[in-house]
């Protein structure tokens, strides 16, 4: 069992569907990260959820709404995306500043 | 505000080479960290390494090495004697800020280097 775990690891939707990606940490860690990986960009954070606080990327769309019901699961709930948010979706999570994050292998979703 | 530049975008080498991805940053930060990860084409980041801004101790593993220089900002990763399995992508990242602030567990990406080991 990986130590981040993300279903589904492929998505294909529709701009009009409602889906959700799931992540799972099994690492006992008190922070958890959604980042999102489009081809020729850097890994851009979008949101990030800790015991303390929740930090939220204001450049996300709000067509993406996170949700963390407790440390060791995340959501990303999507509706009406557009085609552009096609992308490499990674849950990451930490357990201490400065410790690096560990990654799950990402959701591939295709906006259609 | 952070910043993680790669320069390199694709390198490409034949099994055996040594070969050195180059890692430039800037923060204002005091206290950071340094990160190294691995993305073979399954797209799981793979963590490598991580460095304290107070740790310019070079560190060997392996095949793998890191040679951290605060002077001039970088952090640069060598692979020796390279290997058909060491193709993939290769980020370096920064993170950094008071302890206080969210901003100490965010990760800065540079853009990553794409290697190819040809056997």
């Known amino acids: 069992e990986t130590g981040v775990t993300q279903t589904p690891r492929h998505l294909v939707m529709g701009m009009t569907n409602k889906k959700s990606l799931k992540c799972e940490q099994h690492l006992g860690h008190n922070a958890m990260y959604w980042y999102k990986q489009s081809a020729k960009k850097p890994l851009e954070l979008m949101f990030v959820?800790?015991?303390?606080?929740?930090?939220e990327n204001n450049s996300v769309p709000s067509r993406f709404s996170p949700e963390c019901p407790n440390s060791s699961h995340l959501f990303l709930h999507l509706h009406t995306l557009q085609p552009e948010d096609s992308a490499l979706y990674l849950c990451a999570s930490s357990q201490e500043r400065g410790a690096g994050a560990f990654f799950g292998q990402g959701t591939r979703l295709t906006v259609v | 505000a952070q910043k993680v530049t790669q320069a390199q975008t694709e390198i490409s080498v034949v099994e055996k080479e040594d070969v050195t991805l180059d890692c430039v940053y800037e923060?204002?930060?005091?206290?950071?960290?340094l990160f190294w990860y691995k993305q073979p084409p399954s797209g799981e980041l793979v963590f490598l390494i991580r460095?304290?801004?107070?740790?310019?101790q070079n560190e060997i593993s392996g095949r793998y090495s890191w040679n951290f220089q605060k002077s001039t900002s970088s952090f640069n990763f060598t692979i020796t004697a390279s290997q058909v399995v060491d193709s993939a992508v290769y980020f370096c990242a920064l993170s950094g800020g008071p302890i206080s602030s969210g901003s100490a567990r965010q990760l800065t990406f540079g853009s990553g280097t794409q290697l190819t080991v040809l056997p």
């Open positions: 959820y800790s015991l303390e606080e929740r930090v």
């Open positions: 460095r304290n801004s107070f740790d310019e």
């Open positions: 923060t204002r930060d005091t206290t950071y960290y």
